[in-house]
């Protein structure tokens, strides 16, 4: 609070997608395509959208995030409780605040996504390489997109447990059921 307070407020807005496409690639050797793809999953942010491009080897830190958070959706929406269990026990017990938060954030995007989809937004997805998935997932669950806010409001409650050094297998359980409810109509 002392530090804060000597502090004054800096708002930096996000950059252009088309900007931080062409920083990509003139400074991160990014390809045009990957460049694309990172820049409209950062919305707006160089740091996320290094996180996304793709190493030697690998997807990229924030795309292993992503992927788990797409999965997490996967689960909530099941027909039976078991990937809901699952998933919760894929999780650590420990370490609330780290990864697990990280991939709960990223849910709620994927959550407004599915929202988008549903009405025919495609033009404001975030994830618009899923769109086809998040299209099929929507027409599978009609009833999703109405219960978007709720399962919001229930991932945010979610995220101000991780503060308290939670259990995840158990705030993932208990959240993945209330997810399901929510975007299925069956509470």
């Known amino acids: 609070p002392t530090i804060r307070s000597r502090l004054l407020p800096m708002r930096v807005l996000p950059l252009p997608t088309a900007e931080l496409e062409r920083f990509l690639q003139e400074n991160a050797g990014a390809s045009a395509g990957d460049a694309r793809r990172a ?7 160089i740091g996320r959208a290094l996180g996304f491009l793709p190493g030697k080897k690998d997807a990229g830190p924030l795309e292993d995030i992503r992927a788990a958070a797409r999965a997490l959706l ?3 929406l099941a027909g039976s409780a078991a990937p809901r269990m699952s998933a919760a026990l894929a999780e650590s017990p ?5 990864a697990f938060s990280d991939t709960l954030e990223d849910l709620t995007l994927w959550l407004r996504d599915l929202a988008a989809a549903a009405t025919g937004a495609d033009d404001v997805l975030i994830n618009a390489d899923a769109a086809d ?5 929507a027409a599978a669950h009609p009833g999703a997109a109405a219960g978007v806010p709720a399962a919001l409001r229930e991932v945010e ?4 447990l991780t503060q308290l050094n939670i259990n995840p297998q158990l705030a993932l359980a208990g ?3 209330a ?4 975007l299925t109509g069956r509470s």
């Open 157 to 160: 409650a979610t995220l101000q």
């Open 74 to 76: 996967q689960a909530a």
């Open 175 to 177: 959240l993945l059921r």
């Open 39 to 45: 820049a409209r999953l950062a919305q707006g942010s």
């Open 94 to 98: 420990a370490g609330a605040r780290g």
């Open 179 to 182: 997810l399901n409810g929510r």
């Open 133 to 137: 998935w998040l299209r099929s997932l």
